[in-house]
């Protein structure tokens, strides 16, 4: 649990701070969703559905298989980023961090890797909306609150049939989620941040839900733009 706002000092710990916040922001940037797209021969999912290059834009447009897998890299990144990047870069940069500067190096990990997904320095700091990758974030960081969350995400979901309206309902409860499991002030505020960083991104989304012509998940998809390389 993280106790304070205190960092890690800075002169003790400047190599891997920085090492931390960069290899989790070039990790958290990788666009499989783009990658992806450019692999099955399918060509730029940017052009197609909503322009995202999240794993909804394409399992609704490269299907189920490609979906998937785009969610699981996605999600992978933010884990990764807390429970690899910031350990093993303490490990080799500052071996003598205790508990507690570790706990935040992972959380200030975590938070770079879904920054890089949603500002990705490839795509001119244009990328997803952070669904999957904070999800993965939460996984190591603080499981139960995501359980409840991943709760509402399906009944809202299920209700619906809007993913964007229940990333959104999941986003709000996320900062609740914490209190209620954890009584952690700090973990509250960044989580917080998170969720409002999440809802920042689907505010497109909200606009065509309040006009009515958010696509509904599960329609039939168009066919995705033919390569051109």
């Known amino acids: 649990m993280i106790e304070t706002l205190a960092l890690v000092p800075w002169e003790t710990a400047r190599p891997y701070i920085i090492a931390t916040l960069v290899c989790s922001y070039l990790l958290g940037s990788i666009p499989f969703g783009l990658i992806f797209g450019w692999l099955a021969g399918a060509g730029d999912i940017r052009k197609v559905g909503s322009g995202n290059i999240g794993a909804t834009n394409v399992f609704r ?9 785009v969610l699981l890299a996605d999600g992978l990144k933010g884990w990764v980023a807390v429970v690899l990047v910031s350990r093993l870069l ?17 959380v200030c ?8 997904h949603n500002f990705t320095c490839w795509l001119h700091f244009k990328g997803g909306k952070g669904i999957a990758t904070s999800a993965g974030v939460l996984v190591a960081l603080v499981p139960v609150p995501l359980l409840i969350i991943l709760s509402i995400w399906i009944v809202v979901f299920t209700l619906f049939r809007y993913v964007s309206l229940a990333s959104i309902c999941a986003a709000f409860a996320l900062p609740f989620a914490v209190w209620f499991t954890k009584r952690d002030l700090t973990m509250t505020m960044i989580t917080a941040g998170m969720a ?4 920042y991104k689907h505010r497109g989304n909200i606009q065509r839900l309040m006009n009515g012509t958010e696509n509904r998940f599960g329609r039939t998809r ?3 733009p033919a390569s051109t390389a």
Do not use: H, N
């Open 109 to 116: 990990a975590g938070l770079c890797a879904v920054m890089g």
């Open 196 to 199: 409002a960083l999440a809802i």
């Open 222 to 224: 168009q066919s995705p």
């Open 90 to 106: 303490a490990g080799w940069l500052y071996p003598t961090a205790d508990v507690q500067d570790r706990e935040w190096l992972a």
């Open 61 to 69: 447009y490269l299907g189920k298989p490609a979906g998937i897998f």
